[in-house]
């Protein structure tokens, strides 16, 4: 979820309920805010906001159903999520790829860092920042060439 997100909202009261009831279906309940985890948002694909997952045994299925209290309930309880195909061995969120993906979101929220630095603390011009962005590119390039 993201705190931005309006169907996130939407959805926050009956998560929270869901949360509440993981007890008595023998589960854990969490959620997980990709703006403070952007690795993590890599790492699962995160497309669309919210995204739900059911994870049991290192299987991972994404949850596509209704975001009513009861139909949550009823993927676990009645055990719907084995009529769920498990997502693919490569997009696995514990596949190696997945794994670069999340290395991935990390990399842009560094190099973010990096540019709200030079430009707000430092004070230089966003295009000045642009430009050290692609010299450094650049050099990463011929280096790696070489």
């Known amino acids: 979820y993201a705190p931005w997100c309006p169907a996130c909202q939407q959805i926050e009261l009956t998560w929270e309920s869901f949360a509440k009831e993981s007890e008595h279906l023998d589960i854990t309940v969490g959620k997980v805010d990709v703006t403070q985890e952007p690795g993590l948002s890599g790492r699962f694909f995160v497309t669309t906001l919210p995204t739900i997952y059911h994870a ?3 299987v991972f299925r994404r949850y596509r159903g209704s975001r009513t209290l009861e139909d949550l ?3 676990v309880s009645e055990r719907k999520w ?6 693919a061995g490569w997009k696995s969120p ?3 790829m997945m794994h670069g993906m999340a290395g991935l979101f990390h990399l842009s929220g560094w190099i973010r860092q990096i540019h709200s630095y030079l430009t707000g603390t430092l ?5 000045i920042s ?9 050099l990463i390039g011929l280096v790696l060439g070489l």
């Open 94 to 96: 514990s596949s190696i």
């Open 123 to 127: 004070g230089i011009h966003v295009w």
């Open 130 to 138: 642009y430009a050290v962005f692609i010299l450094a590119t650049l």
């Open 82 to 87: 084995e009529a769920v195909e498990p997502v």
């Open 56 to 58: 049991k045994d290192g």
């Open 73 to 75: 309930q009823g993927y």
